[in-house]
């Protein structure tokens, strides 16, 4: 006798959108979190500044559109690491904002994780000015 198949798990009540309507919904929702970012995280808002001058300085330094890619790819990549970090110490304090050793933990993972990213940032973009200014 071959075992009746289990139904399949619910679908999740909150996505119930398709298609363009739920790419639009999607958009909206990342802007309010670009927007809560700005607004809440002083890290994010130091850091899109640093995005905002190295930008024409990356697009003027690369001599090629690959150089350029990856000089302003790795300044856009720390505001990617930094927003996750955010996201990571929101959650944690949304469960608790008693100390606890793994929420300690994961909170210093993701500070790390935005430190390490600043450090290939640094080391990327003082290798070009190198490769420009010393043949």
């Given at each position: 006798m071959?075992?009746t198949p289990t139904p399949?798990?619910p679908?999740?009540?909150?996505k119930v959108h398709?298609?363009w309507r739920r ?8 802007w309010?979190g ?9 890290a ?10 190295l930008?024409p ?17 790795v300044a856009a ?10 996201a990571?110490?929101?959650a944690?304090?949304?469960i ?5 050793e793994l929420?300690?933990r994961a909170k210093?993972l ?7 990213s600043?450090?290939l940032?640094?080391g990327?973009?003082?290798a070009a000015?190198?490769a420009r200014w010393?043949p």
């Open positions: 071959t075992p399949l798990a679908a999740n009540p909150h398709r298609g790419v639009v919904r999607a958009t909206g929702h990342s309010a670009l927007r809560a970012a700005w607004c809440h995280e002083s994010f808002r130091q850091e899109s500044v640093l995005f905002a001058l930008l300085l990356g697009l003027w330094l690369g001599q090629n559109w690959l150089e350029r890619a990856v000089l302003i790819g990549l720390v505001l990617i690491v930094e927003l996750l970090n955010s990571i110490e929101n944690i304090d949304r608790s904002l008693d100390h606890h929420s300690k210093d993701g500070s790390a994780a935005v430190l390490v600043l450090l940032c640094a990327v973009w003082a000015l190198w010393m």
